[in-house]
Structures are given as structure tokens and as C-alpha cells.
């Protein structure tokens, strides 16, 4: 196991320099994200209402690899078959220019979009809303 403190059947891991960030409440790493995800999910019963859903954190960047009209295959299928099981999806998201992770999240009765962005000051830290361009 040499570093690593967790690993998880999907090769999910957390390392012992994973822990110390969380200790010191530094950036976590996509590791620690993933390894989130994979417990949370082992949680949930397959066909259970109104639970966590989760989406990889390489869903967007994933994304950026295909033209608009392929989306729907790509993504939207997909989406659509977790909305059905839950009340929010949550999407954590790679910023290429700072590398941080956000988190955006879809609450599906609301039916709004959420843009949360740990990097803001303070002041400026409550929920930022997102504009999305309507697509095809």
C-alpha cells in the first residue's frame, strides 16, 4: 500500500500527503474528490429515490473533448438517468487557469444552477449563480 491511508476497488486512493492537506486545510487533491464519490456511492442501494448522485470529477474536462452536437450522447443521456434517482446533482470542476476545484451544482425541483467557488474572498463566499446560454 506504501503511501497511500485508503485505496477503493476502482482505483480510488487516498495518500498520507492527502491527509496532511486535509489536516491543514490546504486544496484538496482529485484523488481525495474521487475517493469522496466512491465511498458515498457505496452507501447508496442501487435504485434508491432522493439519493447523492455523483458525477467524476473528469466529467467536464471529459466534455471539452467533444463538439456541442455530441453532447447528448456524452453527457445528457447520462444526466438523465441520474436526475431521475435524485433532488441534485453535484459537478466538482478543474479550473485550468488557478487549478482549484468549484463545484457546481444542478437542484432539479428548483430547477437552477449553482456555482460554488472556494477561492472567493469572504465576503463574496455565499452560493454564485450561474447564467447558462440555452442549448440545443
Known sequence: MGDNFWA???SEKVTNH???DIVWDLE???NVIEAYIQIEEDKIEPMQTESPQYMSTWTWAYMQ???EP???RALYEHLLEKLGKCSVLFFPIISKEEF?????TFHKN???WRHYNPLRSLGHRKE???ILLKGG
Open 28 to 30: 484538496l487533491s482529485q
Open 65 to 67: 473533448s467533444f463538439q
Open 128 to 130: 454564485e449563480r450561474l
Open 70 to 72: 455530441f453532447w447528448h
Open 100 to 104: 482549484h476545484f468549484t463545484l457546481l
Open 110 to 112: 428548483e430547477r437552477k
Open 8 to 10: 477503493g476497488l476502482n
Open 18 to 20: 492527502d491527509l496532511k
